[in-house]
């Protein structure tokens, strides 16, 4: 399984940024992808994700402003991100795991493939 994430840049606080991920090779329906970011000097945290390719999960601190959906057809994963603040800062990475279970899902150490990360960066 392959991840290419894209879509960060630098914004002004409350502006909104949409983040792509497209996944390719092998994924299935039972495909699991997760959106995680990590802050410098930070450990790398769960944003948001799609298990199995249904239902979705997103960090309580993070719902509200933050929505991930999937398009099958294009086999890419969106992370639309609004009213974004300074400290949404970080590299946004996708992941994806084809054997994920539900309680793991907020867990970057269960997800076997990892794409490259793009650089959010939001300016007060």
């Known amino acids: 399984v392959q991840l290419q994430a894209s879509g960060g840049g630098m914004v002004q606080a409350g502006d909104s940024l949409r983040l792509s991920c497209a996944v390719s090779g092998g994924t299935s329906s039972t495909t699991s992808v997760g959106w995680f970011r990590q802050a410098p000097g930070k450990e790398r945290e769960f944003v948001a994700g799609t298990w199995r390719s249904s239902g979705t999960h997103y960090a309580e601190s993070l719902k509200g402003r933050f929505s991930i959906s999937r398009d099958k057809a294009k086999n890419t994963v969106y992370l639309q991100m609004s009213s974004l603040k300074p400290e949404d800062t970080a590299v946004y990475y996708c992941?994806?795991?084809?054997?994920?279970?539900?309680?793991?899902?907020?867990?970057?150490?269960?997800?076997?493939?990892w794409g490259q990360g793009t650089q959010v960066t939001v300016s007060s």
């Open positions: 992941a994806a795991d084809d054997r994920l279970i539900l309680s793991e899902r907020k867990n970057p150490q269960a997800y076997d493939h």
